[in-house]
C-alpha cells in the first residue's frame, strides 16, 4: 500500500535560513508520526507546507496522492488541523467554534448537537463553553483547538504541540483521544518538543534538528540503535571477583562495565532481553549470589542526545 503522505526534498528557506532542509519521508496510513524536536527545528514548517498554508521553495509532497503545489484545494479536503497557536475569534465561545466546525463537517443539528457535548466533555470544556474567548486560558485555548481535530473526524490529523500549557491530567486525556481518533482509522502527524509524549503516541519518530531530518523509526528501534544503551545495576552479595568481571567484558553483547563499588556493578549494553539470561547463568555458575539486579532502556531523550550530541533543552538554546 503506497504511503498516505509522501514527502519528496521538501525545503523551505527564508533567507539564508533552511527552515526545513531537502526532507524526505513517508507517512504510511493509519499511524501516528512524531516529529521530535526543539522549538525552530523545522516542524511547524513542515506542517504548515503540508497544510498548504506556505508553499515550499523546493520539493513537494503529496498527501493522499495529491501534490501541495499543484492540488492544494484537494489536500484541505483530506486535513484536520490543530495548530500550535489556538486559531479562535476574539468575539467567540468554544461552543460557537466547535459548533460551527461541526456545521462545516455536515454533521445534523441532531448528531451535531451530541457530538459538540461529548467533545468538549472530553476536553473538559463543557462547563466553560460560553466563556468569551479573552476569557480563555492558554490551556483552555489549545483544548478547543484539539476539539476542532476531534469533532471532524478527518482522514488526516495534524497536531502541533498538542499539549502545550496543558496539565499532566489534561495531557493524558488528550493523549488517549488522539490514539482513538488513530484507532478509528485517521493518520495523524504530532509535532512535539516532548520527548515523553512522542514516545508514549507514536508508531515512528522522525527527529529533526535545524530543519534536517536526522533519523526516522519506531521508539523501540531508536532506542535499541543507540550503542550500549541498555543498562543493568547488580547488586552482589560479596565482592566481585576479578575472574567474573573479565568473563562479562568477553561478552560481545557487553560494551562497557562501571564497577560502582566492590559489591555493585552497572553493564552498558546492547539487546538487554538476550544477554540477561547469559548473565544469570555466568553468575550462577560462579556461585556468586546476586542481591539485587535491575533493568532500563534508553529514553527518547538519551536517542535524541545521541544523534544531535545535545540534550533536548541544549538544542534548544542552539536554536535561539
Not at 114 to 142: N, T
Not at 148 to 172: C, S, Y
Request: charged share 30%; net charge neutral.
Amino acid at each position: 500500500m503506497a504511503p498516505i503522505i509522501r514527502i519528496q526534498n521538501l525545503t523551505k528557506t527564508f533567507g539564508k535560513l533552511a527552515a526545513v532542509d531537502h526532507l524526505d519521508m513517508d507517512v504510511e496510513e493509519g499511524e501516528i508520526l512524531g516529529l521530535l524536536g526543539p522549538n525552530g527545528a523545522g516542524k511547524t514548517t513542515v506542517i504548515l507546507m503540508l497544510a498548504t498554508v506556505i508553499r515550499p521553495t523546493e520539493g513537494t509532497a503529496y498527501v493522499g496522492g495529491y501534490d501541495v503545489r499543484k492540488q492544494p484545494d484537494k489536500v484541505r479536503g483530506l486535513l484536520g488541523i490543530a495548530f500550535q497557536e489556538a486559531k479562535m475569534l476574539w468575539v467567540a465561545t468554544p461552543w460557537d467554534v466547535v459548533n460551527w466546525h461541526a456545521k462545516v463537517c455536515g454533521l445534523s443539528t441532531s448528531v451535531r448537537k451530541q457530538r459538540v457535548k461529548e467533545v468538549l466533555d472530553a476536553v473538559d470544556m463543557w462547563d466553560a463553553r460560553k466563556k468569551g474567548v479573552h476569557d480563555l486560558s492558554g490551556g483552555m485555548r489549545k483544548r478547543v483547538e484539539i476539539a476542532k481535530v476531534l469533532i471532524q473526524r478527518p482522514k488526516i490529523a495534524i497536531v502541533d504541540e498538542p499539549t502545550a500549557q496543558i496539565d499532566i491530567v489534561g495531557k493524558h486525556r488528550i493523549w488517549n483521544m488522539l490514539l482513538e481518533l488513530r484507532d478509528e482509522g485517521s493518520t495523524i502527524i504530532l509535532a512535539t518538543n516532548e520527548l515523553y509524549e512522542a514516545d508514549q503516541l507514536s508508531d515512528r519518530v522522525g527527529i529533526l534538528h535545524k530543519g534536517k531530518l536526522l533519523v526516522c523509526d519506531t521508539p523501540k528501534k531508536l532506542k535499541d540503535s543507540i550503542v550500549g544503551g541498555d543498562i543493568i545495576d547488580i547488586q552482589l552479595e560479596k565482592d566481585a571477583p576479578p575472574k567474573i568481571i573479565e568473563e562479562l567484558k568477553g561478552m560481545k553483547e557487553v560494551v562497557d562495565i562501571m564497577q560502582v563499588k566492590p559489591t555493585s556493578m552497572r553493564l552498558y549494553l546492547n539487546k538487554v532481553e538476550e544477554i540477561v539470561p547469559k548473565i544469570m547463568n555466568l553468575f550462577t555458575k560462579r556461585e556468586v549470589a546476586i542481591t539485587s539486579i535491575r533493568m532500563s532502556e534508553p529514553s527518547l531523550d538519551d536517542v535524541f542526545a545521541h544523534y544531535t550530541g545535545l540534550t533536548i533543552e541544549e538544542a534548544q538554546k542552539d536554536q535561539e
